[in-house]
């Protein structure tokens, strides 16, 4: 699951709900395309895999097209999605379900920056609701898009996740053995860290999965090489 901060955005939001205004009852128009693979950078809001390199994204809606005719051309319930994610959650009911950003309460549209975050935890390359009153939506959400069930996404994930923890480990190696060791290492190690970072970004497919799991981490070593390189 991926929070993604829609403020940031605004050019683009505006830009498709313009669009969706005089779009009469579609949906499915460039403007809304181009806005949401910006916004969601290209990764599904539930699963948070890479969609375009292997399939065709599509526009999920958190609350149905047919069911609530009155949000089908609603940005705010239009998310890029997996076509497996879309399929899964299909029709269901959705109280239970975590919406990947905004979701609707007593008869507005609100945003819940914590909301995903409060909800669910990765350990290690599984996700895994919080033990506290807002795990039901953390549960539903699992299970309902299979997020630790999907074979190909759990390999894609431990995949990543190994593969960040091999590179802090190589960092962690080098800062251990002395500012010595880090003068004379000082441009792999920047570039370890730059590759580390980058799957940090929202633009990098499971990086909600990568900051709960190694964000602190990243953090501290990288203050370290700056207080080595300094020296
Ligand atoms: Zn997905």
């Not at 009469?24 to 403007?31: K, L, R, T």
């Not at 994610?85 to 009911?93: A, Q, V």
């Not at 975050?117 to 539903?140: I, V």
């Not at 497919?205 to 799991?213: D, E, H, K």
């Amino acid at each position: 699951m991926r929070y993604i901060p829609r403020d940031n955005n605004t050019w683009h939001a505006m830009h498709a709900i313009y669009a969706l205004r005089h779009s009469g009852d579609e949906y499915n128009i460039e403007p809304v395309k181009s806005a949401l693979r910006h916004i969601y950078n290209g990764c599904c809001a539930y699963c948070e895999g890479k969609v375009e390199p292997v399939a065709y994204f599509e526009i999920e809606h958190f609350y149905h097209k047919e069911k609530y005719q009155q949000w089908k051309t609603n940005f705010h319930n239009l998310h890029f999605s997996c076509p497996r994610c879309n399929r899964l959650k299909g029709d269901k009911e959705n109280d239970t379900i975590l919406s990947p950003n905004y979701y609707y309460e007593n008869g507005e549209w609100v945003t819940h920056p914590t909301e995903i975050d409060s909800c669910l935890h990765y350990t290690g390359y599984l996700l895994f609701p919080n033990a506290d009153a807002t795990s039901k939506k953390g549960e539903g959400t699992i299970e309902m898009f299979k997020l630790n069930d999907r074979p190909f996404l759990v390999w894609d994930r431990l995949r990543r996740y190994i593969e960040v923890y091999n590179l802090l480990k190589v960092i962690f190696d080098v800062l251990k053995s002395g500012k010595d060791a880090v003068k004379q290492l000082d441009r792999p190690i920047a570039i370890l860290f730059q590759q580390t970072i980058s799957y940090t970004n929202p633009d990098a497919a499971y990086s909600t999965m990568i900051i709960q799991n190694f964000g602190d981490e990243i953090k501290k070593l990288l203050s370290i090489w700056n207080v080595y390189r300094k020296e």
